[in-house]
């Protein structure tokens, strides 16, 4: 994944979602209303609604969609692409371990977006020699997908690192993590897919007492966690220009 997050903050499903973790309506109205970037399409570096712990236990607070910040300016420091964290790496990467460390976190979406590329010919990826296919040649054409459950909100894994603003102020930084690009997926993106939990992952998710090695079977997931659309659309409006594809669990290429 390394397109656009389709900001969930006007999803209808939302502020239930909230009152069930605990939130009242004055903190839901709070958190939609001033903490939310009402940008309908969040790119690197904008601001995400993530949960993310604190001292204060789970909190619902707006992100910076970029991990690795500059410590003296609190900036995205772009000599690094931090906005996805790449699961195979979790459990190594300096990154994780280095001041401020990083913690497990959640960015909630309504889908996800991501430009698929036509090539010389108007051959798709997976239409490539093996050789093109470990350099591609440059696209003469991309094409924006949204990928996305009609109707339902999208809990993306991610990783999150803590830090203390001038004023005194914390702000949150986080990178989603990404998985192996999955087999049925590699002409839309064959780069890689996003990690989605479920509802009975958070509570440990969100448990630093659990330590990241624990989730290595999902690091290593290959296959659709649900059922997904992927959708051809338009710009700016999002509206559908094509069919569907169905992203199905438990095809020949995953892992189920």
Request: aromatic residues 8%; charged residues 20%; neutral net charge.
């Amino acid at each position: 994944m390394c397109g656009a997050i389709y900001n969930v903050n006007d999803h209808p499903a939302l502020p239930g979602i909230l009152s069930e973790a605990g939130y009242t309506r004055a903190e839901i109205e709070n958190i939609l209303g001033t903490v939310v970037n009402p940008k309908r399409e969040l790119r690197p570096t904008d601001r995400v609604l993530s949960i993310v712990l604190t001292k204060e236990g789970r909190q619902v607070m707006s992100a910076v969609w970029w991990l690795k910040l500059d410590k003296n300016t609190l900036q995205p420091d772009t000599k690094w692409a931090s906005f996805n964290c790449q699961s195979r790496r979790i459990l190594t990467s300096k990154m994780h371990s280095i001041p401020p460390r990083s913690y497990r976190a959640v960015v909630f979406a309504r889908g996800f977006f991501e430009w698929q590329p036509i090539y010389p010919g108007g051959r798709l990826y997976t239409a490539l020699t093996p050789d093109e296919q470990k350099k591609p040649p440059r696209p003469i054409a991309k094409h924006r997908y949204l990928i996305h459950d009609p109707g339902k909100i999208m809990m993306l894994g991610a990783m999150c690192k803590h830090w203390i603003e001038p004023d005194g102020q914390p702000l949150v930084s986080t990178g989603v993590i990404t998985l192996p690009p999955h087999p049925d997926f590699l002409d839309i993106h064959y780069k890689s897919f996003p990690l989605e939990l479920q509802q009975n992952e958070l509570s440990s998710w969100l448990d630093k007492s659990i330590p990241h090695e624990e989730f290595e079977p999902l690091f290593n997931t290959t296959d659709y966690r649900r059922s997904l659309e992927a959708v051809p659309v338009n710009e700016p409006a999002f509206e559908p220009i094509g069919d569907p594809v169905s992203l199905v669990p438990g095809s020949k290429t995953g892992n189920g």
